[in-house]
Each structure stands twice: as structure tokens, then as C-alpha cells.
């Protein structure tokens, strides 16, 4: 894809959040986009802060490293989500240049994020992680495990907190999984849901979604 492009499915998908935003009976700006540019190169990053996107994800702590702290000198709101699943030894980094990571969703890397903000002294905002399929090839926290995970995270980390995430299996129906996913987080009162990606964001909206992830349907096709 083009560069070029960018701009214009930017503005197409905005348009469509606030399409499936009215047909929900919701506000506007009650979900936020987080435009996910993993893969992609710096300079299509540019191109949508330029187009006034602030908001990226990226899944490796490494490759978004080496793309976003340099550009927070020329855009200081700039946001960056962590939203792959994280390794305890890149908890450090992940802090480092993170304003949340979507993923936690294990006590071994809890411990590792605490460790990391005493150390730095910063702590970024953070979502739990839940394996609504209970697929054991993915990452997130096991529902059946959920509960007693989020309570502890609560405890760790208090308003640190601020809602879940998940990815629902590929070849499901993802709305149940939406549903069950904003159950949990009103359960808890945590205000933030990130669910959606490309194919299936306004499904999420209409179930509650407050994030949601695209990536392909802005930057294009991935290589890896
Ligand atoms: C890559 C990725 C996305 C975006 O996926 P698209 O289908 O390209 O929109 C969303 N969430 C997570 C966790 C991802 O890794």
C-alpha cells in the first residue's frame, strides 16, 4: 500500500467509529482508536500524526523503541499502547516508553512492571490481558483464572488499573466475547474495554468497546 493512502483510510475508519458510535446510542468520543503500526515504518507513522492521529500501538517493546521515543520530541501527545504480549525481561523498556500496556496478564509479569517503576519511577497506565477462548496458544490471563487475577492486579497496582483487553479466537463469533468481556470489567467498574481490531472494531463498539485496535485497515497488509 501506498503512503498515501493512509490519510484517507485514517479518516475512513474515524468516520465508521462514529457511525457505529451513534447506532449504539453512545457519545462520540467514548472510544478511542489506537492505530496500530507494527511492521510498519516509521515514515507511515508520520504520515498519520501528520493526518492527527496520536494514538499508536505497537506489539514488540523493541521495534517500537526504535520508532517512537524519537517522536515524541516533535509530537509530546503522542501516545504509545504496548498490545503484544510481553516478555518479563523487556518489563523495564516496556515502562520506559510506554503510556499503557494492554497486556498484563500473568503475576510473574506484574511483579516484573513493579520492579521496572520502582526503578524508573513511572508506571504506565495498564489493562489486564484475558484469554476469553481459553486458547492455549494465546496470550492473556485464563477466564477461569480471571477473577482472581484482576482482584489481585487491583491490589498491586490500584487505579494503575483501568480496564481489560482481549483478542477473541479468530474463527468465532466475536460478539459473546465482547459481552463477556465488558461483563468483567463492569463487574470491577473498570471504565475501559479494549476489544475490536479491523474486521470486527464495530461489532466491539456496539457491545462497549472504549479502545479498539486497527491496524491493516489504516496502514495496510503486513509482511510478517
Ligand atoms: C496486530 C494487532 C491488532 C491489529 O490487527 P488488525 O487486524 O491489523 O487491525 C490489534 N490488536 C493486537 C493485540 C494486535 O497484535
Redesign the pocket.
Known sequence: MIKNDIPHRLSDILERIKTACHHAGRPENSVSLVA?S?FHPVEAVRVALASGQRLFGE?RVQEAAGKFPALRADYPDLKLHL??GLQTNKALEACRIADMIESLDRPALGLALEKAAQKLGRLPELLVQVNLGDEPQKYGVPLKDARQFIEDSLTNFGTHIKGLMA?PPQEEDPVPHFRRLVALAQYYHLPVCSMG???DFEAAIAEGATIV?????IFGPRQA
Not at 485496535?213 to 485497515?217: L, P, T
Request: a positive charge; zero cysteines; charged letters at 15%.
Open positions: 496500530v507494527k506489539n498490545i503484544g483478542i481490531m479491523s474486521t485496535r486497527v491496524g491493516s485497515a
